[in-house]
């Protein structure tokens, strides 16, 4: 059954109570006052209010504009019932501060405290009248009772459900709020961080661990907010047991209520160590159906997070993927606008940016920075042998062998044709003069792999430094291309230099 029939179902129950009560009135068969009043219509409201109060039990709706009104029914019949029936209210009025006090932490509890107070209370008048309890059932303090539990519940459940209102109302307005800063964000840094927030926020979680997909399926961890960060690590879905696999491979968000009673060998993914994570959530990080991620969160607790939880969790995954996808595409195709499409390294204009912008620092900070071309020696004669698509795939494989044995704060460029550029920053020349002479042998030694041909090729170098050699970028350039020019003029293959 779904929960707008629970709420019409317990709303009409009220309202036949109602009609019952006013029915007995109007009929001369109750009257006000505590005057004298027949059994029968007391113990069919009695039953009513039972079944009603039996459907709260099972409380599993949302709060909606049908549960005000149902607390203000419920309220005014106890109004009514409390004018009907007199009597015994300083025995009873420690239950009625019960009811409230349990109203005000759960539905559920309110409920219990008003049915077992009363049947508590029953129990109490048949021991001490010695009647049996069909003669208590159709004594008026009987209903006097649960009317006043009525009563007294509604104002606890009022609070309840006003404080499950702010808090549902908060978490949502917390959600808009971060999905408009999530899609604003441009760095993997700012999308982590406000991911931590919300989930310590919403989900008062002690760990947030997001992973995400590389190009061999493999879940890299790359943000974590955790006391035991260093615990985490990346794995593989395909050869790992883990139970993020049917997060994974199901492409749906699960609750584990309690981590502790999972196996080891159930688990090897979330560290052993790591348990007092007890209570946890995963959900899949999703672009267009495809799985990029994975955001995890945990707490301390066990039993923590519920239905309501997960779906809000849900909420936050989608964002943070969306996000994520926009970060990724941004970054590509920023990677792609200085990128060399044959080389694979920077291009030429991004080469101009980059030397002007070290030799401004080096210059700043008083630091060498030397910058070395390399030419392959008779290009033509590959192109010529092989094709330009094979010329293009030996420039291919030619850059990934400079990159190879420079340093990763080196720049390697295309410098256009078959040129290359790398700039050292922090490096002097006879620094620099060895690293062109290791790329030398390097190139020299390999075998480049064109087709079905294994091909041999040299390379000539020109280096130039600052501040031994030049004073200026231009200069800089200049001074290399013609130490270059004189290798080439020497008899190709070496590395040469102007000081």
């Given amino acids: 059954m779904k929960t707008s029939r629970f709420q019409f179902l317990h709303l009409s129950l009220r309202l036949i109570a109602l009609c019952f009560l006013l029915w007995g009135i109007m009929s001369g068969k109750a009257s006000f006052l505590g005057q004298t009043v027949t059994w029968e ?8 209010y039972i079944l009603a109060s039996l459907i709260l039990l099972y409380r599993f709706f949302q709060f909606t504009f049908l549960e005000p009104a149902l607390i203000f029914l419920d309220f005014f019949s106890g109004i009514f019932f409390l004018f009907l029936y007199q009597g015994h209210l300083l025995f009873s009025l420690p239950l009625f501060l019960a009811t409230y006090t349990a109203g005000s932490i759960s539905w559920g509890a309110a409920i219990f405290s008003a049915l077992g ?6 129990g109490i008048n048949v021991y001490y009248h010695q009647g049996s309890v069909f003669s208590v059932l159709m004594d008026p ?14 104002f606890g459940m009022f609070k309840v459900a006003s404080q499950e209102q702010e808090k549902k109302m908060d978490a949502l307005i917390s959600l808009i709020e971060a999905g ?3 899609g604003s964000t441009l760095t993997y840094e700012h999308v982590f961080q406000l991911t931590f927030t919300m989930s310590k926020n919403l989900f008062a979680a002690s760990t947030t661990a997001i992973y995400l997909k590389d190009i061999d399926e493999v879940m890299k961890i790359r943000g974590i907010d955790s006391p035991y960060a260093r615990m985490f690590s990346d794995f593989d879905p395909k050869s790992v047991k883990t139970v993020l696999f049917k997060t994974i491979h199901e492409k749906t968000p699960e609750i584990f209520p309690d981590m502790e009673k999972i196996s080891a060998s159930e688990e090897q993914v979330i560290p052993r160590s790591a348990r007092s994570l007890r209570s946890c959530m995963a959900a899949p990080l999703i672009f267009e159906t495809e799985v990029i991620g994975i955001l995890f969160v945990g707490t301390s607790a066990p039993n ?27 970054e590509k195709t920023a ?49 010529d042998t092989y094709g330009h698509p094979q010329g293009d795939a030996l420039l291919r494989q030619l850059g990934a062998v400079i990159k190879t044995v420079t340093r990763s704060s080196d720049i390697v460029c295309r410098y256009g044709g078959d040129e290359f550029m790398v700039i050292l920053p922090e490096t002097n020349r006879i620094g620099t003069v060895l690293v062109a002479e290791r790329i030398r042998q390097a190139v020299e030694e390999y075998e480049f792999v064109l087709g079905s041909k294994i091909v041999h090729i040299t390379i000539s170098g020109g280096v130039a430094s600052f501040p031994e050699d030049i004073t200026t970028k231009k200069e800089l350039i200049d001074k290399t291309d013609q130490a270059l020019y004189q290798s080439k003029q020497g008899g190709r293959n070496k590395i040469s230099f102007i000081s």
């Fill in 180 to 182: 408009q800063q999530l």
């Fill in 117 to 122: 107070g009363t049947i508590l209370f029953a």
């Fill in 335 to 383: 990677a792609m606008a200085i990128t060399d499409s044959v080389s694979g390294l920077y291009t030429h204009g991004y080469m101009q940016d980059a030397l002007e912008r070290e030799f401004r620092r080096c210059k700043y900070e008083n630091l060498p920075l030397s910058t070395i071309i390399l030419d392959v020696d008779h290009f033509k004669i590959v192109n």
């Fill in 304 to 330: 923590f997070y519920h239905g309501e939880a997960l779906k809000l969790f849900s909420v936050l995954a989608n964002q943070a993927a969306i996000s994520i996808r926009n970060v990724q595409l941004r």
């Fill in 141 to 154: 303090s009987w209903m006097f009772v649960l009317a006043l539990n009525s009563v007294v519940s509604s």
């Fill in 41 to 48: 219509i007391p113990a069919l409201i009695a039953v009513i």
